[in-house]
């Protein structure tokens, strides 16, 4: 498991065009992608179980709880990524709610693509 962040104080600040607005890179692919909302309402658990390929989770809103291999939780909130291999098993928690944008895509690698 690989913890990143998405935030404000990770993104670059763009100007072209006339523009004023900051963009935080996510993840760039060019093999097919799954991209889906996902909605834990309170105490909402995606079981533990083998990521079925590649995966990153990007925490929009709301606090939760996630972990790989190990039964450390790490706590994730809004801004927060987490990546998992294929294969890799992990669970995702949250006490009050959370919702994430999830990626899944064999050719994954956010260290390159998240700033």
């Given at each position: 498991?690989?913890?990143?962040?998405f935030n404000k104080n990770c993104g670059?600040?763009?100007?072209?065009?006339?523009?004023?607005?900051?963009?935080?890179?996510?993840?760039?692919?060019?093999?097919?992608?799954?991209?889906?909302?996902?909605?834990?309402?309170?105490?909402?658990?995606?079981?533990y179980h083998q990521a079925v390929s590649?995966?990153?989770?990007?925490?929009?809103?709301?606090?939760?709880?996630?972990?790989?291999?190990?039964?450390?939780?790490?706590?994730?909130?809004?801004?927060?990524?987490?990546?998992?291999?294929?294969?890799?098993?992990?669970?995702?928690?949250?006490?009050?709610?959370?919702?994430?944008?999830?990626?899944?895509?064999e050719e994954l690698v956010p260290a390159?693509?998240?700033?």
């Amino acid at each position: 498991m690989e913890l990143f962040k998405f935030n404000k104080n990770c993104g670059k600040k763009i100007t072209r065009f006339n523009s004023d607005f900051i963009m935080s890179r996510i993840i760039q692919t060019t093999q097919v992608a799954h991209i889906s909302c996902m909605h834990l309402e309170k105490d909402g658990v995606v079981g533990y179980h083998q990521a079925v390929s590649p995966q990153l989770l990007l925490i929009v809103s709301g606090e939760g709880l996630v972990r790989g291999e190990q039964e450390d939780y790490f706590k994730v909130g809004a801004g927060d990524a987490v990546f998992w291999n294929k294969d890799e098993w992990h669970e995702t928690r949250s006490v009050e709610g959370m919702m994430a944008i999830v990626v899944e895509s064999e050719e994954l690698v956010p260290a390159m693509s998240i700033l």
